[in-house]
Every structure is written in C-alpha cells, then in structure tokens.
C-alpha cells in the first residue's frame, strides 16, 4: 500500500487549496479513505471521510461548510478541497485508510496559513 499526499502548500487566511492523494497497492474503490491533520504539538485529528463509493462523507465540526472531501476510483485519487482556510488550519496533512485491520498512511503535505 503506498499513500502519496501532494498539493500542500502556504496560502493566505481566506485562501484556498485542493489536496490529493494517489493510492497504489490496494484495490482504492473498494476502501474508504480519509483525511487527517496534525498541527505542531497538537494530536493527529480526523478531518474529512468519504465511503468507497464516495456517497457518504463525514467531517469533523472545524471544517464542515469549507472543506470537501472527494475521490475519482478511475485514478485511484482522494481529494480535499479547502475553503476559506483559517491560521488554525496549518497542520500536516496526511492520507488515510485501514486494510486489514492496519493503518496505512501517507507522507503528508504541509498547509500553512499565514498572512
């Protein structure tokens, strides 16, 4: 299982970026995928959830109404679109999902928001 998060990068408070991972090494459409983010000192969150079908999503409070999770099963690709990113949006972003009961992640990508 490879997880590669790319996308990342430093934008302005109001600012948007999309986020993308490329999975290999495991049958993607069959898997749901998530989103985590870890901000320095701070513990590893759960942002954003899609179903392997990508009908059903979840996301935590923080983000709800500015951040969009989606997946293209064709290019074995899970996004997130980020809206109107907030300073306490910067954190490490990583790609998530469990297969065989173990958890597979990816490098992360590094969002900062700063003026």
């Known amino acids: 299982v490879q997880l590669v998060e790319s996308g990342g990068g430093l934008v302005q408070p109001g600012g948007s970026l999309k986020l993308s991972c490329l999975a290999s090494?495991?049958?993607?459409?069959?898997?749901?995928m998530k989103w985590y983010r870890q901000a320095p000192e701070k513990e590893r969150e759960l942002v954003a959830s899609?179903?392997?079908?990508?009908?059903?999503?979840n996301y935590a409070d923080s983000v709800k109404g500015r951040f969009t999770i989606s997946r293209d099963n064709a290019e074995n690709t899970v996004y997130l679109q980020m809206n109107s990113l907030k300073p306490e949006d910067t954190a490490v972003y990583y790609c998530?999902?469990?297969?065989?009961?173990?958890?597979?992640w990816g490098q992360g990508t590094q969002v900062t928001v700063s003026s």
């Open positions: 998530n999902t469990i297969r065989g009961g173990s958890d597979y």
């Open positions: 090494g495991f049958t993607f459409r069959a898997y749901t």
């Open positions: 899609i179903s392997s079908g990508g009908v059903g999503t």
